[in-house]
């Protein structure tokens, strides 16, 4: 049986591969990072010990206190599990947020990357354990040519960006130093109904949901142009483990090859939820109205613009396809949307019969 290591478990792409990997008959150990509050909820399915017990099975996942900023605790784990495969996510992964905390933002990100590899080289097993390094589409930031490529030239506009460059490069220097077997994944923007809150994707769909049954009144967004490449993570986190299991350590981008605006995401979404958008204006004055009682339902708030803005960002997924054989459509931009706006209705309705109660 093959045991993975991930971190940042508790996070969208740490609880898709997790049931993935457990799928595949993994035994999977995660990274908890200690909070007051539970941050457990996309993976208490998987590790609750009523669930398990009334399920007569195993333990399904194991859980570690550590940080991405404590290499103490990463070497302590890292030789208590010996893991075969080590998957890295564990990030301060909000581009906005990275202008507020780019120190912070540094340290997990950049050098806790730095450290989760000196870990395994410290403890000797560069060549039993192989290490996925989850890498971004912001690498490319101002980009360079269309579409996004392995070798288009990197152009960070974010603490963020620049963060995950480092953590890229330290990657591919140890690879290329010490014949570990790391890689990296540039995965361009990939959602699911398990997507934080304040991300554009998840803020737009729980809008819609919450408008439509009359529990809010107004969405308010940045940049409305911006062209973005969305996948669904469900699907990106096979490619991970394709990645991992090729047989040379190689990087490569993780994409649909589809670019769309936000404006396209939100009219989508929107339509999802029962209500038909109008776009009127432009510019910061650009306004979402509801065609069937012309209440504004959409604004611009330059709040949300970010001190440097990324415009377009596509992917090319042809290494991916090819070499991998991973398939960057099997859910589409359109059923993406559906699936986010869906689970938000219910989760909406729920908190409205709670509310009740």
């Known amino acids: 049986m093959k045991i993975a290591l991930i971190s940042g478990i508790t996070g969208q792409d740490g609880s898709f591969l997790a049931e993935f990997l457990l799928q595949k008959g993994y035994e999977v150990h995660g990274i908890l990072r200690r909070s007051s509050s539970f941050n457990t909820g996309r993976i208490e399915h998987l590790y609750f010990d009523e669930w398990v017990r009334d399920m007569k099975q195993k333990r399904t996942i194991n859980l570690h206190y550590g940080d991405m900023t404590d290499s103490s605790s990463l070497i302590r784990i890292i030789q208590q599990v010996k893991p075969d495969e080590i998957y890295n996510l564990a990030a301060q992964s909000h581009v906005m947020v990275s202008f507020d905390v780019p ?93 934080g809150e304040t991300f554009v994707t998840r803020k737009i769909t729980l809008a819609a949901a919450r408008i439509r049954h009359g529990e809010q009144d107004k969405l308010y967004l940045g940049n409305l142009s911006a062209l973005r490449d969305w996948g669904y993570a469900k699907d ?78 596509l992917g090319d997924p042809t290494k991916a396809k090819t070499l991998l054989g991973w398939n960057p459509c099997a859910t589409s931009f359109e059923e993406l949307v559906r699936i986010m706006v869906r689970h938000d209705m219910e989760k909406v309705k729920r908190m409205m019969i709670n509310k009740q109660d």
């Open 103 to 195: 120190e912070y933002t540094a340290e997990t990100d950049a050098i806790g990357t730095l450290r989760m590899l000196e870990a395994v080289r410290i403890l000797g097993l560069e060549k039993k354990t192989r290490i996925y390094q989850a890498s971004t589409s912001e690498l490319y930031g101002k980009v360079q040519e269309v579409p996004q490529s392995e070798t288009t030239p990197f152009y960070p506009r974010s603490p963020y960006g620049v963060a995950k460059q480092y953590g890229f490069w330290i990657t591919k220097n140890y690879r290329e130093s010490y014949g570990m077997f790391a890689v990296n994944g540039i995965l361009f923007n990939h959602e699911s109904e398990r997507r």
């Open 236 to 313: 990106y986190v096979e490619c991970m483990w394709l990645m991992l299991q090729h047989h040379t350590p190689e990087d490569f981008v993780i994409a649909t090859g589809e670019m769309h605006t936000v404006r396209e995401f939100c009219t989508l979404a929107f339509a999802e939820a029962g209500i038909n958008l109008r776009w009127e204006g432009e510019g910061i004055d650009e306004k979402g109205i509801d065609t069937a009682t012309g209440k504004v339902l959409v604004e611009i708030d330059p709040k949300y613009f970010r001190p440097s803005e990324v415009e377009e960002l």
